[in-house]
């Protein structure tokens, strides 16, 4: 039965793929679904790119271990990052009406080499956190299916591959939020049965809280000593608080995140959804967590904790609910797989490849903007010239205040169907080298998908936010800025997985990471000004659009908000009754 579910969800993953695909037109379509995606939607995706295997497998198996509320705490930093995000930077992008994020930097700093740059740290970083979420898909799958491992890697790439290979982001949208529903109804009814199984939710805590097994797993702070993944209460808030504030930056800006209010059809679309995605996450992970650790109460010794969804799955739940519980997590996978893998091929073929061969140029400067130089990528352009059919600083600002392209090949603008060719096999290309790294890869679901986030945090959250703030921040300054904290965090998260070295808790690699960002950022500033196309560009962004200045819009996105709050309030509500009070009562 598992079997026949998880190869019928592949199924219908392609024959999604290909309906949706026909749909595709153009480069708009395939980047980003034309620009006119619903509130539902764009939270869909929001929540399915976000919850993947190192969700369901990853942190769930954290929760298992004897972390649930500290993957709790940790959470709750996390979805603050949706509001943070769209308010900060998501509704500015989304006014860029780039085709990706670093074409946003390349545009907002008249830098190529910028965008070419970021699109870099796409590739690497996106493409790390690939490699995570297909080993987690190949090792749920392969706990169902008896069949070689090397077949089952082949399958689940294959079939992510096509999709996205056909439809785009077009594809990826309706995937996302047909995955959202699938695999939010499994951790929801899955973990509530487990729960209820145990007793209910009162029963269960008070169970929980006398497991010898493992001793303050339900405890504010989890297991501590020294045999356990957190020494002491301290290590387990500094944990919290500090990967809660990093992938409150991840949600808030990593482009698979703050890429999917670029689909939105408008400015308040793109609040709406991002008030979606926090009610709905604050909700799943209520059970994910807490439900991850009650599988103790059924079997506490599940090697490896990331399978203990799935042995649950298996075990514990009625076949029906078994088999729900088990396709979501492969439908969670699926989906994140499939927007990682488009973002990937898209920056490789609108960010990278341009600027590789030379089509990539940047607008003309004008006459008074500062000749300091960092080098062809990075610094400001020279004098206002002629050559691209400017006559003057009045055409000059003027022409940004447009929007032109900045690829000087892409004259039908979005509607380049050459450009939508060259992102599909570009896409090919780029799924193939995650295949074999895939392949020789160690499994490491949790820590290759912290790794790649963490990235992403130290080097681009604080740059985005200072591009919509600042008007002093130089195109060398980002660079620096950006190159500084994801280097900072490779060679230290790399020192400390493979080198054993340890470092403080205050001192672990993502808080170097943004120290040395913002270090960089300062120094790479020196010596240049801001680019004045960049400047009026970022002017621009600062007006809303008229479409958004509707009264009644307005008044709808206030109702989005009191209903979010009253969500989050209910949450909490939830944890002082059904976990504060059980659990306080049985300690006592």
Not at 440 to 467: C, D, H, K, M
Not at 512 to 530: D, E, K, M, W, Y
Request: net charge neutral; with cysteine.
């Amino acid at each position: 039965m598992f079997a026949a579910a998880i190869f019928g969800s592949f199924v219908l993953y392609l024959v999604i793929g290909a309906v949706v695909g026909r749909k595709v037109k153009d480069k708009s379509d395939y980047y980003v679904a034309g620009r006119a995606a619903p509130t539902f939607l764009v939270a869909g995706t929001l929540v399915a790119s976000c919850l993947s295997t190192v969700s369901f497998m990853g942190e769930l198996g954290f929760s298992y271990d004897g972390y649930p509320v500290v993957m709790l705490l940790l959470t709750a930093f996390n979805i603050s990052g949706y509001v943070l995000g769209v308010m900060l930077f998501g509704r500015y992008l989304r006014r860029s009406s780039a085709l990706t994020v670093p074409e946003y930097f390349g545009k907002r700093f008249n830098s190529p080499g910028l965008q070419a740059l970021a699109g870099v740290m796409v590739v690497v970083g996106i493409g790390l956190y690939l490699v995570a979420v297909t080993q987690g898909l190949v090792l749920v799958v392969g706990q169902l299916i008896d069949i070689p491992q090397w077949v089952l890697l082949v399958i689940v790439w294959a079939s992510y591959t096509i999709f996205t290979f056909m439809s785009g982001s077009q594809g990826v949208l309706v995937n996302d939020t047909i995955m959202f529903v699938v695999f939010t109804v499994a951790a929801i009814l899955g973990m509530g049965w487990i729960i209820g199984a145990s007793g209910g939710p009162v029963t269960a805590m008070q169970k929980m809280a006398e497991l010898t097994s493992k001793p303050d797993g339900i405890s504010w702070h989890g297991l501590t000593g020294a045999d356990n993944y957190l020494g002491t209460p301290a290590q387990a808030v500094i944990y919290a608080v500090t990967f809660g504030i990093v992938w409150c930056t991840v949600v808030a800006v990593s482009p698979w995140q703050s890429s999917r209010f670029l689909m939105a059809k408008n400015e308040h679309v793109a609040i709406r959804s991002a008030l979606f995605a926090t009610a709905a996450l604050a909700v799943t992970y209520l059970f994910l967590t807490f439900g991850g650790f009650s599988i103790n109460l059924f079997n506490d010794g599940i090697t490896p904790s990331e399978i203990a969804f799935i042995w649950a799955g298996q075990n514990v739940l009625p076949s029906l609910l078994g088999v729900i519980a088990v396709t979501g997590i492969v439908a969670a996978g699926l989906s994140s797989a499939a927007s990682f893998l488009s973002l990937i091929g898209f920056s490789a073929a609108n960010d990278v490849m341009p600027y590789l061969t030379g089509k990539r140029v940047r607008e003309p400067e004008l006459a008074t903007t500062s000749t300091a130089s960092a080098g062809p990528a990075f610094a400001s352009a020279g004098p206002a010239s002629t050559s691209a059919g400017t006559s003057g600083p009045a055409t000059d600002i003027a022409t940004v205040a447009g929007g032109p392209p900045t690829d000087s090949t892409a004259a039908s603008g979005d509607n380049d169907i050459h450009g939508l060719q060259v992102a599909r096999w570009t896409m090919v290309i780029a799924g193939l080298i995650v295949l074999v790294i895939t392949w020789v890869a160690p499994p490491a679901v949790l820590t290759i998908g912290y790794f790649a986030a963490t990235l992403f945090a130290a080097s681009w959250g604080l740059i985005a936010f200072w591009s919509v703030r600042s008007t002093k921040l130089s195109a060398r300054g980002a660079a620096v800025g950006m190159i500084a904290g994801f280097v900072v965090v490779a060679i230290f998260e790399s020192l400390s997985e493979f080198a054993g070295i340890e470092l403080p808790d205050l001192l672990n690699p993502t808080i170097l990471g943004f120290v040395a960002s913002i270090g960089g950022t300062l120094l790479g500033n020196i010596g240049t000004r801001a680019s004045r196309l960049g400047n009026a560009f970022r002017e621009r962004l600062m007006v809303i659009p008229e479409e958004d200045r509707d009264p009644r819009k307005y008044r709808r996105t206030r109702t989005w908000v009191i209903g979010t709050v009253i969500i989050l309030m209910l949450c909490g509500l939830a944890m002082l009754l059904l976990y504060a009070v059980p659990y306080a009562m049985t300690v006592d």
